[in-house]
């Protein structure tokens, strides 16, 4: 199995900038890709942006998210970032992270959230 723990939300005005974290424990070898969710109340959650731990880090964003937000990876400290910039109001949402793990099948671990507010 595999714990995830997030951090690094707040509130920040429109323009700002948070960097959230996420660290992973447990069997970490066998995390596959990594993945930052969020979801705004009301609305279903929805992909932020994704790493693969493999086949060179591939990276996937959200057309929205695209130029503002960037994941990485430190693989030492089992920790997944987002560095977010430019933020908006309607980029308030619990984020949550997500790890793809195999243990024989791949298998969704979740952390347990991060609130992010935007306002003036």
């Known amino acids: 199995q595999v714990q995830l723990v997030e951090s690094g939300g707040g509130s920040v005005q429109p323009g700002g900038s948070l960097r959230l974290s996420c660290v992973a424990s447990?069997?970490?070898?066998?995390?596959?890709?990594m993945a930052w969710y969020r979801q705004a109340p009301g609305k279903e959650r929805e992909l932020v942006a994704r790493?693969?731990?493999?086949?060179?880090?591939?990276?996937t964003y959200a057309d929205s998210m695209k130029g503002r937000f960037t994941i990485s990876r430190d693989n030492a400290k089992n920790t997944l970032y987002l560095q977010m910039n430019s933020l908006k109001p309607e980029d308030t949402a619990l984020y949550y992270c997500?790890?793809?793990?195999?243990?024989?099948?791949?298998?969704?671990?979740w952390g347990q959230g991060t609130q992010v507010t935007v306002s003036p």
């Open positions: 790493i693969s731990l493999e086949h060179g880090s591939r990276i």
């Open positions: 447990g069997s970490t070898s066998s995390i596959y890709y």
């Open positions: 997500k790890a793809g793990v195999v243990l024989g099948l791949l298998t969704d671990y």
